[in-house]
C-alpha cells in the first residue's frame, strides 16, 4: 500500500478520497486554491499545498504545478477525482512520466474513450450495442443528408470529441441539416478545440442508464450493476438512483457483459462507468465510456456494500480484486445533489457565505459533503454543496427516507436545491419510477409551482404573526404578549409584511 497520496481536486470529492486514504491508513496531501486556503478538504487532509490563485486554470488545472506538488510531498501517488483534470490523458501520462501512480486507467484508455467514433467503432468490434448512425466524422452536408437519409429523421449531430452533450444538435428535417452541421461544429470547436461531427439516430425519450465497473491489473473485470440517471436538466445530473425500475435481472446481466466487453477491449483499468441509452422497448445502446469515478457513485456502494475509492487505490497498487462475478443489488439508493442554486430563479447560483448548516442523519442516511458553516461559496467552481444519499429495503422506503432527511436539512446564508428535491420526492411520477431524460424538463414548472402544504402555510402564518408582532413591539418600544389574535396581527403589521404573509395570516392564524 502507498503510503502518501496527493488528491488533485477539492470539495466533496477530495474529502471523500482523504476519507479512504484514512481508513487505509495512507497519509493524504491536499492541494488548494487561494479561494480554498480555508476550505474543509485543506484541514481534513494531513497536510496541505497551496497550487495557485483562485481560477480554476491557474490552480487545479495546473498539472505541472500539482505534479511537482506530489514530488515535494513525498506522495507515491495522485487521485484525481472527477472533473478537473481526471480525463486528460496528457495529465495521466505527466504523473507516470514523474515516476508516481496515477490512481486510474491508463492514459491510453482515456485517449480510447476520448473520441466518441472510436468508442464506438470499439463497441460495435466487440457486439456492444450502439445507436445506428456512422462511426466516422462528418465531411460536408452532401454526405450528413445520405448518413441521414439511411436510418431517417430525428437524427443527433455530435462532436466526435464531445461527451455531455455539448455540440449536440437535434435535426428533424432534411432541409435543417445543413444550418444544424454548422452550428455543431462551431460549438464543438469552441468547447473542444476540434470541430469533427458525426451523426446518429436520434433516440426519443429514452433513460439514461449507466454501468458501473471496477477493472484490476490482472485482467478482471467487475460490473457493480446499474444507475439510473436519468433525472437531469440541461446535461446536469440532479436525481441517480442504484439499481434501476427498468432493469431486470437479464438485462442486468447484459448491460454488465457489454460494458465489461468495451473495458476490456479498451484494456481498461480501475474503476470507469459505461453509459447507456435504454429505450422504451428495453433496448439498450452504449454511448460513451467515463474514464473516472463519478459524482453519483455512492449509490453503487450502498447497494453492493462495496467501497469504490477504497479500491480505486488497492487496484491502482496492484491488488486483485476479491469479489464473486455476478453482485446483486441489495435494496435501494437515491442521491440528491444539494447544489447552491436557486431553482425558483432558473437555478442561478447563489453565493455567500453558509451561516448554519444543519447535516441530515439517522438510519440509512449519508451526506457526502464538501462544505461547512462558515464556508464561502463562490462562483469559481462548481455549485454542489454536498450530495444526500440514502438506502432503504425498497424504492419506496428510500424516497420516504430521502423526503425525511431533506426536511432535516437545513442551509442558511446560500439559497439551495432543497426544496426541488423535497418537491421531486413529493412526485407521482417519480414515485412511480416512470422517467426519461426528458422528465424533468417538462416536469420543472409544475413541480416548482406546488402550492404550500397547510402545515407550511400554518408555520408561515406563525412565522408572520411572530416578526409582525416584533415589529410593533418595537416601533412602540413596548414589549407586547404573544400574539393572541390574527386581526392584531396583521392589522398592526405596517408595510414591512408583504402580501404572502398575510395571505398566510388569515388563513392560518386565524384558523388556528
Ligand atoms: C443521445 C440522445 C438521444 N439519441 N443519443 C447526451 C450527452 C451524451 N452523453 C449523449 N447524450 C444523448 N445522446 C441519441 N442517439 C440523448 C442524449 C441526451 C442525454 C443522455 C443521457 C443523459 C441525459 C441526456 C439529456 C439529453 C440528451
Excluded at 433496448?283 to 453503487?300: A, C, D, G, S, W
Excluded at 444543519?358 to 438510519?363: S, Y
Excluded at 386581526?487 to 395571505?503: E, I, L, M, N
Aim: with cysteine; net charge negative.
Amino acid at each position: 500500500m502507498f503510503t502518501k497520496i496527493l488528491v488533485a481536486n477539492r470539495g466533496e470529492i477530495a474529502l471523500r478520497v482523504i476519507r479512504a486514504c484514512r481508513e487505509l491508513g495512507v497519509r493524504s496531501v491536499a492541494v488548494y486554491s487561494d479561494a480554498d486556503a480555508h476550505s474543509t478538504h485543506v484541514r481534513a487532509a494531513d497536510e496541505a499545498m497551496r497550487i495557485g490563485p483562485p481560477a480554476s486554470r491557474e490552480s487545479y488545472l495546473r498539472g505541472d504545478v500539482i505534479v511537482e506538488a506530489a514530488l515535494a510531498s513525498g506522495a507515491q501517488a495522485i487521485h484525481p477525482g472527477y472533473g478537473f483534470l481526471s480525463e486528460r490523458e496528457w495529465f495521466a501520462k505527466s504523473v507516470r512520466d514523474a515516476g508516481l501512480t496515477w490512481i486510474g486507467p491508463p492514459a491510453e484508455a482515456i485517449a480510447a474513450m476520448g473520441s466518441k467514433t472510436a468508442a464506438r467503432r470499439l463497441a460495435i468490434a466487440h457486439d456492444v450495442p450502439v445507436v445506428p448512425g456512422n462511426t466516422e466524422a462528418l465531411t460536408d452536408a452532401g454526405e450528413a443528408e445520405k448518413v441521414a437519409s439511411g436510418f431517417g429523421y430525428p437524427v443527433l449531430l455530435k462532436a466526435t470529441a464531445g461527451g455531455g452533450g455539448k455540440g449536440m444538435r437535434v435535426v428533424r428535417a432534411a432541409s435543417e441539416l445543413a444550418a444544424a452541421l454548422d452550428a455543431a461544429r462551431r460549438e464543438s470547436k469552441n468547447a473542444f478545440g476540434d470541430d469533427a461531427v458525426y451523426m446518429e439516430k436520434y433516440i426519443e425519450g429514452p433513460r439514461h442508464v449507466e454501468i458501473q465497473l471496477l477493472a484490476d491489473q490482472h485482467g478482471r473485470v467487475l460490473s457493480l450493476g446499474e444507475r439510473e440517471c436519468s433525472v437531469q436538466r440541461r446535461h446536469q445530473k440532479m436525481i441517480e438512483e442504484a439499481p434501476s425500475v427498468a432493469v431486470t435481472p437479464e438485462l442486468r446481466r447484459a448491460m454488465g457483459a457489454a460494458a465489461v466487453r468495451v473495458a476490456k477491449a479498451a484494456g481498461y483499468t480501475n474503476a470507469g462507468t459505461c453509459e447507456f441509452l435504454l429505450d422504451r422497448d428495453g433496448k439498450f445502446y452504449f454511448l460513451e465510456m467515463n474514464t473516472r469515478i463519478q459524482v453519483e457513485h455512492p449509490v453503487t456502494e450502498l447497494v453492493t456494500g462495496i467501497d469504490l475509492v477504497e479500491w480505486q487505490i488497492r487496484i491502482a497498487c496492484g491488488e486483485r480484486l476479491p469479489f464473486p462475478d455476478t453482485i446483486e443489488p441489495r435494496g435501494w439508493a437515491i442521491e440528491c445533489r444539494i447544489t447552491s442554486e436557486d431553482p425558483q430563479n432558473g437555478f442561478l447560483p447563489s453565493t455567500g457565505r453558509i451561516d448554519y448548516l444543519h447535516v441530515p442523519g439517522g438510519a440509512g442516511v449519508r451526506w457526502d459533503g464538501g462544505v461547512e458553516a462558515g464556508s464561502n461559496v463562490g462562483l469559481f467552481y462548481d455549485p454542489m454543496l454536498a450530495k444526500l444519499i440514502v438506502w432503504g429495503a425498497t424504492r419506496a422506503q428510500a424516497v420516504a427516507r430521502m423526503h425525511r432527511a431533506l426536511l432535516e436539512l437545513e442551509v442558511d446564508g446560500v439559497e439551495s436545491s432543497r426544496e426541488f428535491h423535497l418537491r421531486v420526492m413529493e412526485d407521482a411520477e417519480f414515485r412511480a419510477g416512470n422517467i426519461e431524460i426528458q422528465w424533468l424538463e417538462r416536469r420543472l414548472p409544475s413541480l416548482l409551482a406546488v402550492p404550500a402544504t397547510e402545515a407550511e402555510l400554518e408555520a408561515a402564518a406563525i412565522a408572520a404573526a411572530l416578526i409582525a408582532d416584533r415589529d410593533a413591539a418595537g416601533r412602540t418600544s413596548t414589549r407586547r404578549g404573544p400574539v393572541d389574535s390574527g386581526s392584531r396581527a396583521s392589522g398592526g403589521s405596517g408595510d414591512d409584511v408583504r402580501a404572502w404573509a398575510r395571505a398566510a395570516i388569515r388563513e392560518g392564524v386565524e384558523r388556528s
